[in-house]
């Protein structure tokens, strides 16, 4: 059990146990030595008080004196603790008798002083013998002599045991009450002493608990000496160390960790400088491509001699293919820039299939390669737009890297996913290069930069396209049995055949729709102008919104505004659409136009409910999107 | 001649055995004043001084004299075989007369007890007074009491006696005698008058505002009024008067009480009992003269 107990309960057993045994026997022995002692001395006081009766009545008994025995031993009988006396001659007859003698204890007759102890008394003997006066002329003679003591009687004397009792009692308690002082006094003691033991142990014991909890910067006040000092001492060293090397890694990890954020603000700087850097290129290189498509398409409207056809043809397909690249750095900024929000909803697998199909059996055609489409009914919760994107750049990716065979587009459910796969039967890919083909600009069989097989971007996209969507990208390929691209999006429950039919891209007539179109940049809004103008709109054109807010001012509300987003004056084109709206009312129809990739314009042109469209603009595109507010208009104004 | 001469006077010269019944001092004091007496009287008479324990009876001549000091020596010396002349001394009558019988003139003895004469000549010169004596005693000295009654009336006093037996305790007889003022004659009786009755005789005596004759000087120290003896030395010197008497030729005389004697007062006593007495060298040479006018 002593194993389990702490300091201070150690220290109070060593200082307490030597005390109490002490205490114990030193009360033992006293008590019992001073009971003793007090019977003793109570004997001898009842042995001398009836020595002293004795001695008192001699002459009385001598005498036959009994009144003068009776006197004495009323006398006699005043005394503390006298029960009775009782006076007898030789012969055993009574000569005196006081107070009270317990008659169940038969008196003996008694030549020699002696006593007997009761429950309640003490009773003394003590012959009553004449006085010896040497007076005898033959005193020295023992034949004169003879021996005869000539004993007169007898006193019995009963002492009460009452006192000596009482005395006793009150000794046993004054010894028990004194043990119990000296244990308490010891046990006080001992606790007292043990604080100036047990207090600088806990201290130090606290000091180290506070240490451990993290406040190393505690300390241990040194006091006394010896091993307390030593343990203070070592206490206050190992806190230290720990200080020291808490504080030595703290500075490290502060190093290491500011290391490492600049290196992340450097990485994440080089980062947005590289997006910034795509979005200023692709802004800029995006006004005059515009601008070039709505020339080239104005100029393939007009009548020309056959030569200058096929010019125009080529000059439209050199643009176009700019515009691809142009379009797909455009796509890699955007994903970048965190710009493109997918609007994921149930969308039927097929009709994707179908536009893929009609897009590319051309090229494929001409490649001589052979482009199937499996049927599949299901449906994938999928933002449309994007997934046709990624399918589009699977296949056109299938149809550039095979040189002869087929390519099949195929679905496959798995549990509750549908894989759409994209298969080839070309060169393949190795194992190693599985991975690079998705990043950037990277081109496996294009060491010299053919521009016919692209960027090197449509693996990229596909992979940034897959991630924003939460579709499962995968590959599987071997060199010569061809390419497996597959893509995973969770199934959805069929609905009912949308209603909508997608954009009806055949061209109605424009004639005579009044646009309002706002550019600061002249060359953009002077090739919108022209496009416009050649499909027979009414355009009204500013490159200000001032500008245009004069030219506006009175006549009638234009059909559709058309207007850049980012414009002199401090404005955008949201300001204006508000202002036109302001002044001609809220069904004015507004299309934004921005060479921005940053993600605000969209938002904002989100928020807004107003089109927005990224420079450059496809003609067809733009065209499409008029008809449809177009058509959208007439069944309001018709209500 | 000469060595027949030493031989017989060695031979002839008898011995004188002081023989000590103990090493009490009063027994060496007697056996010192009679060896002295006897070398003054006698000088190189051969004296040996010797316990009773260890006197070998074979070694006596037939002419040594034997001197007895106590009651013991003298009890041992009476058992045995007669022979050499024996002189008791230092016991009482009583003693001598209990001891087994002897050949005439081959033994005598000085008493320690006082005549009944000195005793009352003690009474009559110190307290001329008082005319009542009494006496209480036990059986063994009826004697000495019918000489008290004898003598008494000659010197003018009348003697009231008691017995003390079982029946009549000490106390009673004392009672009974000391019922009128009276001389309180304290008897040499071991039975009545002993070390451990004195002081209640005394006191009971005290209470009467009787005084006591006692028989020894302590006896006198402890109460008594006055006493008449004989010391050790006085009873030495008497028993070497007589060996001296018996070795000159001279036979020994009859048993008798002592001659030498003293008086012892005490003056305190008398002084509470309110009674006038005179010295005790003054009563002493009154007791001689009345002894020697008789």
């Known amino acids: 059990m002593i194993q389990s107990w702490g300091i201070r309960a150690r220290v109070i057993l060593a200082a307490v146990a030597p005390a109490i045994v002490l205490a114990v026997f030193m009360t033992i022995y006293y008590t019992h030595s001073r009971i003793a002692d007090l019977e003793e001395v109570y004997l001898d006081r009842g042995r001398a008080f009836a020595r002293q009766i004795a001695s008192a009545t001699e002459y009385a008994v001598f005498s036959n004196n009994r009144e003068d025995i009776r006197r004495l031993l009323d006398g006699a009988r005043t005394e503390e603790g006298v029960r009775g006396i009782y006076i007898a001659d030789t012969s055993g007859q009574e000569l005196a008798r006081s107070g009270i003698l317990s008659a169940d204890v038969p008196l003996q007759a008694a030549t020699q002083s002696f006593n007997e102890a009761f429950k309640q008394t003490l009773r003394f003997y003590e012959p009553i013998l004449p006085t010896r006066l040497d007076v005898d002329l033959l005193a020295f003679d023992e034949v004169q002599q003879g021996t005869s003591t000539q004993q007169l009687g007898v006193v019995v004397l009963d002492l009460s045991r009452t006192r000596l009792d009482e005395q006793r009692d009150s000794l046993l308690w004054t010894g028990l009450s004194a043990l119990m002082l000296v244990l308490a006094g010891s046990v006080l003691l001992a606790m007292r002493l043990s604080q100036g033991v047990s207090q600088p142990i806990r201290k130090v014991a606290e000091a180290v608990g506070r240490i451990g909890a993290g406040r190393l910067h505690e300390r241990v006040d040194i006091r006394g000496g010896g091993s307390l000092k030593r343990l203070a001492v070592g206490v206050n060293d190992m806190a230290e160390r720990l200080q020291g090397a808490h504080d030595d890694m703290t500075r490290r990890i502060a190093e290491a960790t500011a290391e490492l954020r600049a290196r992340k603000d450097e990485a994440e700087r080089a980062d947005i400088a590289k997006s910034r850097f795509l979005a200023a290129a692709s802004h800029d290189l995006r006004q005059p491509m515009h601008a070039l498509g709505l020339f080239i398409a104005e100029l393939s409207e007009k009548e020309h001699p056959d030569s200058t056809h096929r010019l125009v043809r080529q000059i439209a397909a050199s643009a176009e293919a700019m515009e691809n690249l142009l379009d797909s750095l455009l796509d890699i900024s955007r994903l970048d820039a965190g710009a493109l929000q997918p609007n994921i909803q149930p969308t039927p697998v097929q009709p994707m299939l179908d536009r893929i199909a009609n897009d590319f059996h051309i090229w494929a055609e001409e490649r001589n390669l052979r482009l199937r489409v499996r049927p599949c009914p299901h449906w994938i919760t999928t933002d449309p737009l994007l997934f046709e994107r990624i399918l589009s750049n699977l296949v056109s990716n299938a149809i550039r890297y095979t040189d002869q065979g087929s390519i099949l587009i195929a679905c496959r459910p798995e549990g509750e996913f549908l894989r759409v796969e994209v298969r080839d039967n070309g060169r393949g890919i190795e194992t190693d290069a599985q991975e690079l083909i998705f990043q950037e600009f990277v081109q496996l069989d294009n060491p010299e930069r053919a521009r016919s097989k692209g960027l090197g971007l449509g693996l990229a996209i596909v992979r940034r396209l897959t991630q924003l969507l939460s579709h499962r990208l995968s590959l599987r390929s071997g060199p010569g049995w061809g390419s497996v691209f597959g893509v995973s999006a969770r199934r959805a429950p069929p609905e009912a055949p949308a209603t909508i039919a997608p954009a009806d891209r055949e061209p109605g007539s424009l004639q005579n729709v009044r646009i309002a179109i706002l550019d600061d940049d002249p060359l953009a809004l002077e090739s919108l102008y022209s496009l416009l103008c050649a499909w027979g709109c009414d355009v009204t054109a500013a490159s200000m919104p001032s500008a245009l807010m004069d030219v506006l001012a009175g006549g009638p509300m234009p059909d559709i505004v058309i207007t850049d987003y980012r414009l002199q004056e401090h404005q955008t084109g949201l300001d204006v659409i508000g202002s036109l709206r302001h002044a001609f009312g809220h069904r004015l129809q507004a299309i934004l136009i921005s060479g921005d990739t940053a993600a605000e314009p969209a938002e904002r042109a989100r928020a807004a409910g107003i089109p927005l469209l990224h420079k450059p603009v496809r003609p067809a595109k733009l065209r499409a999107l008029v008809q449809r507010m177009l058509t959208r208009e007439v069944p309001e104004d018709a209500s | ?294």
């Open chain 2, 1 to 294: 001649m000469l060595l027949c001469c030493m031989a017989g006077s060695l031979m002839a010269a008898p011995t004188v055995y002081l023989v000590l019944s103990g090493d009490a001092d009063a027994y060496q004091r007697t056996a010192q004043t009679a060896a002295d007496t006897l070398q003054a009287r006698l000088p190189g008479i051969d004296t040996v001084r010797i316990d009773i324990d260890a006197l070998d009876l074979q070694v006596l001549q037939q002419d040594d004299v034997l001197i007895s000091i106590g009651t013991r020596a003298a009890q041992r010396l009476s058992q045995r075989p007669d022979g050499q002349r024996l002189i008791c001394s230092l016991l009482t009558e009583q003693s001598y007369n209990a001891l087994a019988p002897a050949a005439p003139g081959q033994r005598t003895a000085v008493f320690i007890d006082q005549p009944v004469s000195r005793q009352l000549a003690l009474i009559r010169t110190g307290l001329p007074e008082w005319s009542r004596i009494a006496i209480v005693h036990g059986a063994e000295s009826g004697d000495f009491v019918k000489v008290v009654k004898a003598s008494a009336p000659a010197l003018g006093l009348t003697v009231s006696a008691a017995g003390v037996s079982s029946k009549n305790t000490l106390y009673n007889a004392l009672q009974s005698v000391l019922a009128s003022p009276s001389i309180l004659l304290a008897v040499p009786d071991p039975n009545v008058f002993n070390n451990f009755t004195i002081q209640n005789v005394l006191l009971t005596a005290y209470r009467h505002r009787s005084p006591v004759i006692g028989f020894s000087p302590a006896y006198v120290r402890a109460g008594a009024v006055m006493a008449v003896y004989s010391s050790p030395e006085q009873m030495g010197l008497q028993a070497a008067e007589i060996a001296v008497h018996s070795l000159r030729g001279g036979v020994l005389p009859d048993a008798g009480h002592p001659a030498y004697f003293s008086v012892s007062v005490n003056p305190h006593v008398a002084r509470s009992l309110s009674i006038e007495l005179p010295d005790a060298a003054t009563l002493e040479a009154q007791i001689r003269r009345m002894e020697g006018s008789q």
